[in-house]
């Protein structure tokens, strides 16, 4: 893969990566939720954490509550969650939190909350290959599948089992998600393409099937087939649907908590601020009283003078 391909993914992804939200500092409608339970429910997930992870690394994955702070946040989608951070100065909207269903982390400020009614997905442009495995399939069933009719089906069909290489990938929009290729391919070899004639022949196959069925696909579909045909038919293809996008919701309002096992409060020494009426009264009294004490010493004091003369 050249540099100059390498340059331009990064531009992309700069460009389509969403930034960290905007958020502001703001008293969220509602009650946090009660400080010993809050305590009570983050002990019980750590101690499930700490069972897969070695004791060295407590400290950064499954660190103790003592160094804790707890927020409230809210979303773009209305809903309101309670979050922790290590300190009470790493606030919510900065932070990169879990993306549950790829095992990594969603762009900085922003947060899953999945809701049934959420947008449909979108296809995206990959941008980088990371992490690879590998999936065996079993042979496909004789019986078409998809909905294909029996002589396609049988032009595409496996009849035996096949590994294909699996990889995450990170996405313009800033997801993760997974795609497969050939054993063999490498992100430096580039997606493979079809000729120049069989682009020609795809793109008028293609096109002839949407004019006579156009229900055939949807319009998205429809849509990104039509890029990919335009660049060559790419294999592995250059975008993948997004499913995290409809549910990543931006962090936009912030309300900070307590510290999860809550500080001592430490008694402010006196720093010359303006007293109370109370305290200065109660200070003149005692003033007063040790006036009246020393007139009564020095009274006696002349008194036993002047008996001495």
């Known amino acids: 893969m050249s540099e100059a391909l390498n340059d331009a993914r990064r531009t992309l992804k700069a460009e389509a990566t969403p930034a960290a939200s905007v958020a ?9 939720k009660a400080q010993t339970e809050a305590l009570r429910d983050y002990e019980a997930f750590n101690a499930k954490r700490r069972e897969r992870i070695p004791v060295a690394l407590w400290p950064f994955w499954a660190p ?9 946040v809210r979303l773009t989608c209305g809903c309101v969650h309670e979050v922790l ?20 982390y969603l762009p900085p400020g922003q947060m899953w909350c999945r809701h049934d009614e959420s947008a449909n997905e979108q296809y995206q442009g990959v941008v980088e290959w990371g992490a690879r495995g590998e999936r065996t399939f ?4 004789m019986e078409p599948l998809y909905d294909l009719d029996v002589e396609t089906w049988m032009k595409i069909r496996h009849d035996e089992p096949r590994t294909s290489a699996l990889w995450t990938v990170t996405l313009a929009c800033g997801h993760a998600t ?10 430096l070899d580039g997606p493979k393409r079809v000729s120049a004639e069989q682009q020609r022949e795809m793109i008028a196959e293609f096109e002839q ?8 696909d949807s319009d998205r579909e429809r849509e990104h087939m039509r890029r990919q045909l335009a660049e060559g038919w790419p294999r592995p293809a250059t975008e993948q649907l997004c499913y995290t996008c409809p549910q990543a919701r931006a962090i936009v309002v912030y309300q900070g908590v307590d510290w999860l096992v809550p500080r001592k409060k430490v008694e402010k020494a006196d720093t010359g601020s303006r007293p109370s009426r109370k305290q200065i ?4 009294a ?5 006036q009246k004490r020393l007139e009564e010493q020095l009274a006696e004091l002349v008194q036993q003078d002047r008996s001495a003369e």
């Open 286 to 290: 005692k003033a007063q009283a040790e």
């Open 178 to 187: 997974e795609m497969f290729s050939d054993l063999d391919w490498q992100p």
């Open 138 to 141: 079993p042979a496909d069933p």
């Open 64 to 72: 103790g509550p003592d160094t804790l702070y707890r927020w409230r």
């Open 209 to 216: 099937l949407w004019a006579t069925d156009p229900g055939s």
């Open 281 to 284: 009264e109660q200070r003149l």
């Open 24 to 32: 502001i500092a703001r008293r969220i409608p509602g009650k946090a």
């Open 85 to 104: 951070t290590h300190g009470n100065d790493a606030f919510p909207a900065e932070g990169r939190w879990p993306d549950p269903v790829h095992r990594s």
